[in-house]
C-alpha cells in the first residue's frame, strides 16, 4: 500500500472513530455514568470466552506436562494468495511468516493467483522457501477484467467523482477488478477445485503468533465455515446501494436466510438499514463449498448484475460478510482470537495472557485493534453473548 493511503486510511479512521465512539459506545453499553465504569464493562469481553478447546493443541498448556492430540483427518485445505510480481518482496515476508509461525509444522500446499503469468523469479523465490508445494496460476481474463456490458461512461463518472472525494482507491480500475474476482471469482479457479478449505494470505501481512493447532481441523469438525480475526466498519461512500440490493435479494429468495444467522452484527434495526460492519477479508479461513453453494452463487450474480463492483466500489470485504452472517449460523463464524495478525494499519493480538505467552506473541497487546472506536467486535460479542 502506497504511504500516501495509508495517511489517508488513518486520517479516515481517525475521524470515524471519534463519531463511532460516541454512538457505539452508548448504544452497547447504555447510560455508562463515568469513564470507569465504562472501561469495567468493556473488560469483561465475550469473546475471549471463545477459545480453541485443549484437545486441538500439539503442545500442552503447562510446559513440561505431556498432552497428544487425538487423531484428526487431515483437512483438504490450502493457502490462496492473490499477488503480482511487483509484491514478490512483500509475499515473500507473508509467506515466511506463515512458514515460521505455523506451515513448517503442517504443511499445506500454497496457491498463488495473478491476472498475469507470474515471472520464473517469483515462482522461484517463493518455492524456495515453502516448506510443502506450491502452485501459480493465471486468472482468467473474464474473471478479472470489467465486463463489456457495464456502461464504461458511468463507471468513469463514478470513478472520477470518487478520486475528486479522496475516497481510498476510489479512482481505481484494478482495484474494482480484484475486489469483483475476490467476491465471485477466485473460488472457481480449476487449481482450487481438489481443495474444500482455504486461508486467504495477502503480500505485506504478519502473523504475530505462534499457532499449535489447526484452524482448517477446528473449523472442518465444528462445522464451521467462516473464519475471521478483525471487524471493522466498511466506507459508507464505496457502498450506498449495496444494502438496498441485498434486501431486494432477500425478498426473492427468503429461503436462503438461514435460521439463527447473524444479522445482528450486520445491522441495529432488524435489517432496515446496514451498519456497515463487516469481516475484514485480507484475513479469512472459511469453506470452499459455502462459496460454491447456491445461495452465495445466486447472491453474487445478483449484486454483479446491479454493476455495484463499478458504478459505486463495492469491496469483498462487505460481500463476503453479509453473505456469511446472512447464510450461514452465526454460531459457524469463528473469531479466531488466538491467531495474532496485522495488515497495515491495524493489528488483532491476543488480550489474553494465557494465550499471548502460549503463542509466543511478538505483537503489543495494547495495540489491537479489537476495541477501538472503529472496530464491530462490540457487535459480533453483543449477538453472541
Not at 76 to 94: E, Y
Not at 100 to 122: A, G, H, I, M
Not at 188 to 207: A, C, N, S, T
Request: hydrophobic letters at 35%.
Amino acid at each position: 500500500m502506497h504511504t500516501s493511503a495509508r495517511y489517508v486510511i488513518l486520517a479516515l479512521t481517525i475521524l470515524i472513530s471519534l463519531h463511532y465512539i460516541l454512538s457505539s459506545t452508548h448504544e452497547a453499553y447504555g447510560n455508562a455514568t463515568s469513564i470507569d465504569s465504562l472501561a469495567s464493562r468493556l473488560r469483561g469481553r465475550p469473546s475471549d470466552k471463545v477459545i480453541v478447546p485443549e484437545e486441538y493443541y500439539d503442545t500442552p498448556a503447562v510446559p513440561g506436562t505431556n498432552h497428544s492430540s487425538p487423531h484428526h483427518d487431515r483437512p483438504s485445505a490450502t493457502f490462496v494468495i492473490l499477488a503480482r510480481n511487483s509484491d514478490l518482496d512483500s509475499t515473500i515476508q507473508s509467506v515466511r511468516n506463515v512458514e515460521d509461525r505455523f506451515n513448517r509444522k503442517y504443511k499445506y500446499p500454497y496457491v498463488f493467483l495473478n491476472d498475469e503469468p507470474f515471472s520464473e523469479e517469483f515462482k522461484s523465490r517463493l518455492s524456495n522457501i515453502i516448506s510443502s508445494t506450491a502452485e501459480f496460476g493465471l486468472v482468467p481474463r473474464e474473471h478479472w477484467v470489467q465486463p463489456d456490458w457495464i456502461d464504461e461512461e458511468k463507471a468513469s463518472a463514478s470513478r472520477k467523482k470518487m478520486e475528486e472525494d479522496n475516497i481510498i482507491y476510489g479512482g481505481s480500475l484494478s482495484y474494482r477488478n480484484m475486489c469483483r474476482f475476490n467476491s465471485g471469482f477466485f473460488f472457481r479457479h480449476p487449481l482450487l477445485d481438489k481443495y474444500r478449505w482455504y486461508w486467504r494470505i495477502e503480500p505485506d501481512v504478519q502473523f504475530h503468533c505462534d499457532l499449535d493447532f489447526d484452524p482448517f481441523v477446528y473449523m472442518q469438525e465444528n462445522n464451521k465455515v467462516y473464519a475471521f480475526t478483525i471487524a471493522m466498519y466498511e466506507f459508507e461512500a464505496t457502498i450506498p446501494t449495496l444494502w438496498s440490493t441485498v434486501k431486494d435479494f432477500i425478498k426473492e429468495h427468503p429461503e436462503y436466510v438461514a435460521e439463527d444467522n447473524a444479522m445482528g452484527f450486520l445491522s441495529d434495526n432488524n435489517g432496515d438499514s446496514y451498519n456497515l460492519c463487516h469481516f475484514w477479508s485480507n484475513f479469512e479461513i472459511a469453506d470452499l463449498e459455502f462459496w460454491r453453494g447456491p445461495a452465495y452463487t445466486a447472491f453474487f450474480d445478483y449484486l454483479d448484475k446491479r454493476g455495484g463492483f463499478y458504478y459505486e466500489r463495492w469491496g469483498d470485504a462487505p460481500v463476503h460478510s453479509i453473505a456469511a452472517a446472512l447464510f450461514a449460523k452465526r454460531e459457524q463464524i469463528q473469531f479466531f482470537d488466538e491467531i495474532g495478525y496485522s495488515h497495515n494499519p491495524y493489528t488483532h493480538c491476543p488480550q489474553s495472557e494465557a494465550k499471548w505467552r502460549r503463542g509466543k506473541c511478538a505483537c503489543d497487546q495494547k495495540r489491537s485493534f479489537d476495541y477501538d472506536g472503529y472496530s464491530c467486535m462490540r457487535q459480533w460479542d453483543r449477538i453472541q453473548g
